[in-house]
């Protein structure tokens, strides 16, 4: 924008300049011009009124002397023809009327012209011009004055006022950049803070504002104002909407505390079993997380305590296969649970990851059938975690629209959402959630990756699938 400026100030300035410079530059070679012929006429008429007296020659050659033009030998008269006399041709008598006083340069033609016709023009001749001017001296004749205009004298000035206009249009346009670069700076300042605190809240810092007042800004278009206006209105919107959100979501958790009693004192009236134990687990459970909502939803993001973020994954899989193991022993389905025995930490919550996992499996169980085989892998690298699920079912139809948020078409009870909460997880790790197909039981397989080093380049998947032993042979 401010090269932009700066082009538009140029250009215009320019114009401007040429507009009114070329006919100022015209118009002073004019005048020069003119003033050389009026200097002329003025050197032609100092010897009116010695022609007006005599025609003697000497008299008049003395005159001729006195002046400038004269002097410097531009300067000639050509009297008439005495009276009573006769041209002959003789010696001495140069013109078609009388002799010559001086260094005539015009055509003996022109010379008779002017004296015949009674008006001052001007002829060409060798290196200028010549201004014939006819004096009349007595009654039925006339000399003609004649004054060489050399070329040098009609120009005269005209260069160095060229040179001087053309350093005013030269300033004019060092001006008109100068104030343009300058009202570009304060634009594109005003621009590129606008631009930053744009940048700033994409990243999550919500208390950043645009200054709309002080020196930052003076200068700035009012669109720019405007601009900055608007940005710090939307910041104050999206707080409170994320602070509406953050109450709706502790309000709608907190309403799910009453059905949770119930099912605690139901879970509680049981009795002993597996069944029992593991119903009261999951209620337990889901307690856990509702007051984990509750908190998370009441609490402010500055207000938030500074938690160091991570656990171990291999311990996280081993307790949630554990618990959907209950189920799969009731539906009569295999399963095997491989890498999980060594330490694997990832850069998430244990929270955040058990819900991840149990997206994975439950995932398994709504949509295979009974007595379908699933297995879970981990691999731990020395950049990520990978975390293999497998099943022996139908596998995905489209993979790329089970990974998009809400179309998954799982059937009743299904919201299409437990593989973005997994695809979320993954991307802020940096890694990624694939679909595909499982080499083994020939069902769907999902691949969660966690990273838990920054690197460049993904990493190769060679080596990715651990054996599964003898229970599900190739």
């Not at 744009?198 to 020196?215: D, F, M, Q, T, Y």
């Not at 991570?310 to 296969?321: H, L, S, T």
Request: aromatic share 4%; with cysteine; hydrophobic share 45%.
């Amino acid at each position: 924008m401010r090269w932009a400026l700066i082009k538009a100030a140029v250009a215009g300035t320019t114009m401007v300049a040429l507009a009114f410079l070329i006919p100022l530059g015209l118009m002073v070679q004019q005048t020069a011009r003119d003033r050389a012929f009026t200097a002329a006429e003025r050197q032609a008429a100092a010897l009116g009124p010695a022609l007006a007296i005599t025609t003697d020659q000497d008299a008049i050659d003395r005159a001729l002397a006195s002046t400038d033009a004269g002097a410097q030998g531009r300067m000639a008269v050509h009297l008439p023809v005495p009276a009573g006399a006769v041209d002959t041709g003789e010696a001495g008598v140069e013109g078609p009327g009388g002799p010559t006083i001086g260094e005539g340069r015009a055509a003996a033609a022109d010379v008779a012209t002017a004296g015949g016709q009674g008006r001052a023009f001007t002829v060409a001749v060798p290196g200028g011009y010549a201004l014939l001017q006819p004096v009349a001296v007595d009654t039925g004749r006339t000399a003609v004055v004649e004054v060489f205009v050399a070329e040098s004298d009609l120009t005269r000035g005209v260069s160095t006022a060229w040179l001087v206009l053309s350093a005013v249009a030269l300033g004019l346009v060092a001006i008109s950049v100068l104030v343009a670069d300058r009202m570009g700076g304060r634009i594109v300042a005003s621009a590129r803070r606008l631009a930053a605190a744009a940048r700033s809240l994409g990243a999550g810092n919500l208390a950043v504002r645009v200054p709309v007042e002080g020196k930052q800004i003076d200068g700035s278009p009012e669109e720019l104002r405007e601009a900055a206006h608007a940005f710090n209105t939307m910041a104050d919107r999206v707080v409170q909407l994320l602070a509406a959100e953050r109450e709706l979501a502790a309000d709608l958790s907190h309403r799910l505390r009453t059905p949770l009693t119930v099912l605690r004192l139901n879970a509680a009236s049981l009795g002993d079993g597996d069944a029992a134990d593991a119903t009261r687990h999951a209620v337990a459970q889901l307690e856990r997380e509702v007051d984990q909502i509750i908190r998370s939803a009441r609490r402010a993001p500055e207000d938030s305590p500074a938690v160091a973020v991570g656990c171990d994954a291999a311990e996280v899989i081993r307790e949630r296969v554990g618990f959907w193991s209950a189920l799969a022993e009731d539906e009569g389905r295999r399963w095997q649970l491989a890498g999980a025995e060594r330490p694997a930490p990832v850069p998430v919550q244990r929270g955040d990851l058990a819900a991840a996992v149990d997206a994975l499996l439950g995932n398994v169980f709504r949509h295979t059938a009974v007595g379908t085989a699933f297995s879970v892998d981990v691999l731990a690298t020395d950049r990520s975690v990978i975390v293999l699920v497998g099943d022996a079912g139908p596998g995905y139809r489209d993979p790329a629209a089970a990974l998009k948020r809400g179309e998954g078409h799982g059937g009743e009870g299904s919201t299409g959402l437990g593989l973005d909460i997994v695809r979320k997880l993954a991307e802020s790790t940096g890694g990624d959630l694939a679909l595909g197909r499982s080499a083994v039981l020939g069902g769907a397989e999902t691949q969660l990756r966690l990273r838990t080093r920054p690197e460049e380049a993904s990493p190769a998947r060679a080596g990715r699938r651990r054996s599964r032993g003898a229970l599900f042979p190739r």
